[in-house]
């Protein structure tokens, strides 16, 4: 049993900061990785950030290095992503999700918090 559960995003000004999260809930499942992604109107979902579930980052966009930080709490129940300096571009929906291997296909998803910056 796998439980996604995202919170955190909102309304904020371009430069400003959000810090989303994610509650997982993980039985009888074994992963590896986990990310964040997001889905812009009219785009194609893409990849924001992974880490392993040891702790270790293993990927940034492009586009939000140096503004970004994924962490994942050591209880391995939250996933958060830190975001700062956000611009207008960064406006989509955040999702967070699940992979039994990292480089492998992400079997499970939350719901998806929406993130607008103006």
């Known amino acids: 049993h796998v439980q996604l559960v995202e919170s955190g995003g909102g309304s904020v000004q371009a430069g400003g900061s959000l810090r989303l999260s994610c509650a997982a809930s993980?039985?009888?499942?074994?992963?590896?990785?986990m990310g964040w992604f997001r889905q812009a109107p009219g785009k194609e979902r893409e990849a924001v950030a992974m880490?392993?579930?040891?702790?270790?980052?293993?990927y940034y966009a492009d586009s939000v290095k140096g503004r970004i930080i994924i962490s994942l709490a050591t209880s391995k129940t939250a996933l958060y992503l830190q975001m700062n300096n956000l611009r207008l571009d960064d406006t989509a929906t955040y999702y967070c999700a699940l992979a039994t291997r990292c480089g492998g296909p992400y079997q499970y998803w939350g719901q998806g918090t929406q993130v607008t910056v103006s």
């Open positions: 993980i039985y009888g499942y074994s992963s590896d990785c």
């Open positions: 880490i392993y579930t040891g702790g270790t980052p293993t």
